[in-house]
């Protein structure tokens, strides 16, 4: 008998139905997880209409340009872990490492630029329930050495009120930040693929293992799709910087 | 190709045979990515309330494509089906629900 005897769990009737369950197992687990963020994202939506003038101000402070990278890099990683389960498929196990390896990398990437998002975030008084909060000077864009006033003075005198800036930031935090714990998670799972690549555990008939991981990975992809516009487009943008 | 054991008799596997099209796969790439493109294009046009609209229609036809290409949904089952269908059935009352409250309150109570 082939090695596939040890694939086939003495529970199914044979291997495409298992596999079927496994992948059907994930699906349960994403629709699960579609309801948490969906809370989260009509929460967001009830705010965007009551103060849009608030939120496309609050928007505006934020980085696009670290966005944009970080959606090239979330939608490239999809594209490798896509190409992994090919791989997997066709009993490739260098291709498959690699991808897997790749996909990870890029997981971090982003992970890498989002920790200086918030870094730049926090230096520019934009961190709610931080002491600095609005407090931090506006610089003259032609003449980066003169400050002009704080962003809390500004958004008053533009009729906006700083607490509703920092709700948007709240929800800025609370979005990112478990959708970045989802990342971590997936970046650990990919990289426990690759470990069980590496030992030859992953065989062509054991592919199922990266599809289902693939599932979560590009669920995780699909909502950065939808929070990228919500949280980074929903205002002007001055030019694009670091 | 290989067989496998289903405890009656053997079979054959061959996962080989049920792979993607690397052209399809980097097409769907191609296409979210103009999705991107377009997204920022929409929020630099001066549309105004609009673009939120426009932003999530092109977020929904991105992850509408992310699924049913790169998910699988075009090979999955009626029951694979069922399930992604009800994630959005579901989210679509927990949407309509609260917000046929919060966004009626300027009409006054009942």
Redesign the interface.
């Known amino acids: 008998?082939?090695?596939?005897?040890g694939?086939?769990k003495?529970h199914f009737?044979?291997?495409e139905q298992q596999r079927?369950a496994e992948?059907?197992g994930m699906?349960?687990f994403?629709?699960t997880e579609?309801?948490f963020f969906?809370?989260v994202f009509?929460a967001y939506?009830?705010y965007?209409?009551?103060y849009?003038k608030e939120w496309a101000a609050a928007s505006g402070q934020l980085n696009?340009l670290v966005a944009?990278i970080n959606?090239?890099l979330l939608?490239?990683s999809?594209?490798t872990i896509?190409?992994a389960?090919?791989a997997?498929?066709?009993?490739n196990r260098k291709a498959l490492m690699n991808l897997l390896a790749i996909t990870g990398i890029l997981g971090a990437g982003f992970m890498c630029f989002k920790a200086y998002e918030y870094n730049q975030d926090y230096e520019e008084g934009l961190v709610p329930f931080c002491k600095n909060f609005g407090k931090e000077l506006v610089h003259d864009p032609d003449d980066h050495s003169k400050a002009l006033s704080t962003f809390n003075d500004q958004w008053e005198k533009k009729g906006i009120a700083p607490q509703r800036i920092r709700l948007f930031m709240t929800f800025y935090f609370i979005m990112t930040g478990i959708h970045g714990l989802h990342i971590i998670i997936g970046i650990g799972a990919i990289f426990y693929l690759w470990y069980r690549a590496y030992m030859g555990w992953i065989t062509?008939?054991r592919?199922v293992g990266v599809?289902v991981t693939?599932?979560y990975w590009?669920?995780v992809?699909?909502i950065w799709?939808?929070l990228?516009?919500?949280l980074y487009?929903?205002g002007p943008?001055h030019g694009l910087h670091f | 190709m290989a067989f496998y054991f289903d405890h009656k008799h053997q079979k054959l596997d061959n996962p080989a045979a049920s792979v993607d099209n690397p052209g399809a796969i980097i097409a769907v790439w191609v296409a979210i990515f103009v999705g991107v493109i377009a997204t920022i294009g929409v929020s630099l046009s001066h549309i105004g309330d609009s673009a939120l609209i426009v932003h999530m229609l092109i977020s929904a036809v991105q992850v509408g494509l992310v699924g049913y290409y790169w998910m699988h949904l075009n090979k999955a089952d009626s029951l694979t089906w069922l399930t992604a269908g009800s994630a959005l059935f579901i989210m679509l009352i927990l949407f309509a629900m609260p917000l046929s409250d919060y966004l009626t309150r300027f009409l006054g109570g009942l």
């Open positions: 008998m082939s090695a596939n005897e694939a086939l003495h009737e044979d291997i079927g992948r059907l699906w349960m994403l629709a579609v309801l969906g809370g009509l939506t009830v965007r209409i009551w849009p696009v944009g959606t090239v939608l490239t999809s594209l896509t190409f389960i090919r997997a498929q066709l009993g062509a008939d592919y599809e693939s599932l590009h669920l992809d699909a799709l939808f990228m516009p919500l487009l929903a943008h």
